[in-house]
């Protein structure tokens, strides 16, 4: 057994990490509660929530599609908030976990554990469900959270605030713990730049617009929940009918960051007039548009022709879709690393050569073989739920759930030593 000390006593690890856990952190039971807590009051309240949302949604009556998809919560988006918080729950508590030990032959012990940020601030646009998942995977982390929403989501975003405090009164937390700032913008720039709230770590979920503020104005550690744009390449060895309802799959929702917006082909596909006919009918029935080229659309008349460059770095939230020839697998994974918001990326083929080729040389947070963009999701990759989905390298990239929320500390465990 390890001995080491604490204060003027000699303990043993374990009781060591006892009182660390019941002092300096949330027991994750009462973590779990306070999830478990705010699913049954999502279940109670469900008529005020979606009561609070109507009033959003008239005070807006003009949005676009795009908008109205992530502002409006239904009863499916509701199981889908309880869900989440539920599978949170049952997740290993990511906090306190020893990363590294050693002991020293002096007696000394040095341990390296995962510890929360500290306070995170979540900016974000026209989400109500963000409120309740981002929040859930942060607090799991043990970390404060303070969520800044648009103003467009204000009623709905406030209930859920309310609610959120609730689960945590009920269970003996501050209810400070989540909270929600009702700022202006020149106040919540203010915030971003003089740190007025003392952030540790900051999300910015929204338009490139908000990421380039960030970036520029803010000394604050940030994660960048980055734009979509992601592509798909068919290959010329493929089960074509399955590339087709890939894609269909991938503009099954326009408003989030994980659909399709560019379809590259290789110029080789057996009887590729007639597949690109094929696929472009499909696309119409769903009332999608058609874009593309002139080399695509001299094969299809029915293609609207644009060869601005610029459209294959446009990240489109809406029912529209861009396709182009490539000569082949190098030509597309030049393409996607210059154009994709480095988001999720995917192969249809045949060939496990080629696929492996692909998601080993494309840059993007998820690559596929053969799957939808559409399951670069926490909830869909296990998590449970999602702060972002990270599309830089540094701490983590792709979808962040609690496992991603702490940093890390060093502890040191003497009894006198003194490095000579």
């Not at 540094?394 to 991603?404: D, K, T, V, W, Y």
Request: aromatic fraction near 8%.
């Amino acid at each position: 057994m390890i001995i080491i000390s604490f204060g003027n006593k000699l303990l043993p690890l374990q009781h060591k990490l006892t009182l660390y856990y019941s002092n300096a952190m949330l027991q994750t039971s009462k973590k779990n509660s306070v999830l478990t807590s705010l699913a049954d009051l999502l279940r109670q309240s469900r008529t005020q929530i979606i009561e609070a949302n109507h009033r959003d949604m008239a005070e807006y009556p003009d949005m676009d599609e795009s908008m109205k998809d992530r502002l409006k919560v239904d009863e499916k988006k509701i199981e889908g908030m309880i869900c989440s918080l539920t599978q949170v729950a049952g997740l290993n508590d990511p906090e306190g976990k020893i990363l590294y030990a050693f002991t020293r032959e002096d007696g000394m012990q040095i341990e390296n554990r995962t510890v929360p940020f500290g306070t995170i601030l979540i900016i974000y646009e026209s989400r109500p469900d963000v409120t309740v998942e981002a929040a859930a995977t942060a607090f799991k982390a043990g970390n404060r959270i303070l969520l800044k929403g648009g103003k467009e989501s204000y009623h709905t975003n406030a209930f859920l605030t309310q609610l959120w405090q609730q689960a945590l009164e009920k269970n003996g937390i501050d209810s400070h713990y989540i909270q929600y700032l009702h700022l202006t913008h020149e106040e919540t720039q203010r915030l971003i730049k003089e740190n007025t709230h003392n952030v540790d770590l900051i999300i910015p979920r929204g338009g490139e617009n908000l990421i380039r503020f960030v970036k520029e104005n803010s000394t604050i550690p940030m994660i960048i929940s980055g734009r979509g744009n992601n592509f798909l390449y068919v290959d010329k060895k493929c089960d074509f009918d399955m590339a087709v309802r890939i894609i269909l799959n991938g503009k099954k929702r326009i408003s989030v960051c994980n659909a399709l917006d560019k379809v590259l082909i290789d110029e080789n596909l057996p009887n590729i007039q007639d597949k690109i006919a094929q696929l472009v009918s499909a696309l119409k029935n769903k009332g999608i548009e058609v874009l593309g080229n002139s080399s695509v659309c001299s094969l299809n008349s029915e293609i609207t022709e644009n060869n601005d460059k610029k459209v294959l770095g446009e990240e489109f939230l809406a029912p529209k879709i861009y396709l182009t020839l490539v000569p082949d697998i190098t030509a597309a994974i030049r393409l996607i690393n210059t154009y994709s918001g480095k988001h999720s990326a995917t192969i249809v083929t045949n060939e496990f050569s080629q696929a492996n080729r692909f998601m080993q040389e494309v840059d993007c947070a998820a690559v596929y073989h053969n799957a939808s963009t559409r399951f670069t999701d926490g909830g869909e990759f296990g998590l449970g739920a999602e702060i972002a989905i990270s599309t830089q390298k540094l701490h983590f990239r792709g979808p962040i759930g609690a496992e991603q929320l702490v940093t890390n500390k060093w502890f040191v465990y003497g009894n006198g030593h003194i490095r000579e």
